[in-house]
């Protein structure tokens, strides 16, 4: 079983910027590909950005694409979203994820939930105005 537990959220400005970790344990995610999703208050969860276990493939949500940038520690179980540029619309709880099984180099990712198993319980993130 994987635990993946979230950091880094908090208050923000907008213009400003976070940067949020996710760490993992119990199993290593080694050749797993990982992804950040995010949910507001009274919305569905919604894709933000993944990333091969190589590191080299990115995905993005139109949403955030030049503004965030997701990346994965040396050890490959630590994941990372720096987040600049922020919004108040970017303001919900942001989750780390990943599928329970190994994918190829060249994996990233897609951006439905149910192509992920396990999750964090997630960080929230408040940009204000």
């Known amino acids: 079983q994987v635990q993946l537990v979230e950091s880094g959220g908090g208050l923000a400005q907008a213009g400003g910027s976070l940067r949020l970790s996710c760490a993992a344990s119990?199993?290593?995610?080694?050749?797993?590909?990982m992804a950040w999703f995010r949910q507001a208050p009274g919305k569905v969860r919604e894709f933000v950005a993944s990333?091969?276990?190589?590191?080299?493939?990115?995905n993005y949500a139109d949403s955030v694409k030049g503004r965030f940038t997701i990346s994965r520690g040396s050890a490959k179980n630590t994941l990372y979203l720096q987040m600049s540029g922020l919004k108040p619309e970017d303001s919900a709880v942001y989750y780390c994820?990943?599928?329970?099984?190994?994918?190829?180099?060249?994996?990233?990712?897609?951006?439905?939930?149910?192509?992920?198993?396990?999750w964090g319980q997630g960080t929230q993130v408040t940009v204000s105005s």
């Open positions: 119990g199993r290593t995610l080694s050749y797993h590909n």
């Open positions: 990333i091969s276990w190589s590191g080299g493939i990115t």
């Open positions: 994820a990943a599928p329970a099984n190994p994918v190829g180099p060249g994996v990233a990712g897609g951006p439905t939930t149910t192509e992920y198993d396990y």
